[in-house]
Structures are given as structure tokens and as C-alpha cells.
């Protein structure tokens, strides 16, 4: 079966930054629901289109194109009694960015924290770097009604949206998966 609209393609990856660094070589393999609905990089869709189970290629993404550019207006000085003990430089949390006029909360990594202070870095960790994904797709399906309907796959290596938890706090513990 070729890589068309509402395909779910799996695909084992490796990721490098632009000087062929390894920044993560996937363990489960990538499972997303193909024909643009956000769930990869449209330069991956792009490449894949009408490939079939097999087919391996390398593809260079610009910043752009992946993560963005990075942007300092996103790093933020916070007072050290909001947020939890203990607190550890790497530890993320979920907020919403004051200045901007962006809807959707940013996941905040703590970079530093000083005696009364915590630095927080609302960039995703790969923002600013070139990257270069080598994929192989293992295997290509029809999507079923319900996961069209949804925009994403189910079941294993799929993704479900978590629940709103009802939490108001300006920052929330995140964890990354």
C-alpha cells in the first residue's frame, strides 16, 4: 500500500543535528496519521507521500521547518516560592506565555536557579538547530473511521489527548514522554 491521506505509516527513525551529532535514535518506532494533520513535520509528509513499506530516505530540515528559531522572548525570570520543592535545573512545566499572544500553554524547562530566582526556557530544546531525520518506513495501513474522525492514531505507539486536569495553576508539573 503507498503513503496516501489517511495512511498510518510506521516508520523506525534516527535524528542528528546538521553535523551528524545523534540526537535520538527512536526505540518504538514513529506511528503517525498521514495527510496533514500535524502530526509530523510536513517536509516528512511531503517526503513520503505515495512511498510504500521499505522505502528509506535522509531528510534535512531547516529550523523552520522543524522547531522554529529560537526566541529569547520565551526565556523568563521567575520568584523561586512558585514553584514545587525540590526543583532541579531540567524539570519541566506547563504555562502560558504572558507577553505573547499565543492560546496554547508552552512547556517551560527550568535552565537555572539562583538562591530566589528559577530561569525558565519556553523554546522546545531542539529550536534554532538544523535537523536531519534517516527514516525507514515499516509499514503502511488504511486508517479506520475513528481515527480519522480524531486526527490521530490509536492504539499501540498511537496517542491519545490527556484529559484538561483542571489544574489553574499558572505552571504545572509536565512530564515528557
Do not use: C, W
Request: no cysteine.
Amino acid at each position: 500500500m503507498k503513503i496516501v491521506k489517511n495512511s498510518v505509516v510506521t516508520a523506525r527513525y534516527t535524528l542528528k543535528d546538521a553535523q551528524d551529532n545523534l540526537i535520538e535514535e527512536g526505540q518504538e518506532p514513529m506511528v503517525y496519521l498521514h495527510g496533514g494533520y500535524d502530526n509530523i513535520f510536513p517536509k516528512i509528509e511531503e517526503a513520503l507521500e505515495g512511498k510504500e513499506a521499505g522505502f528509506s530516505t535522509i531528510i534535512q530540515l531547516n529550523p523552520e521547518d522543524a522547531f522554529g528559531d529560537y526566541d529569547a522572548a520565551l526565556v523568563k525570570v521567575e520568584p523561586r516560592n512558585r514553584f514545587p520543592s525540590p526543583l532541579e535545573v531540567g524539570m519541566q512545566f506547563e504555562g502560558m506565555p504572558e507577553e505573547t499572544e499565543e492560546e496554547e500553554a508552552l512547556i517551560f524547562t527550568v535552565t537555572d536557579i539562583a538562591e530566589d530566582k528559577v530561569v525558565l526556557d519556553g523554546n522546545h530544546p531542539l529550536a534554532g538547530i538544523a535537523l536531519r531525520f534517516s527514516l525507514t518506513v515499516e509499514s503502511v495501513r488504511e486508517a479506520s473511521d475513528e481515527e480519522v474522525a480524531h486526527g490521530h492514531v490509536h492504539g499501540a505507539h498511537g496517542h491519545h489527548d490527556d484529559e484538561d486536569d483542571g489544574m489553574g495553576d499558572e505552571y504545572r508539573s509536565h512530564q515528557i514522554h
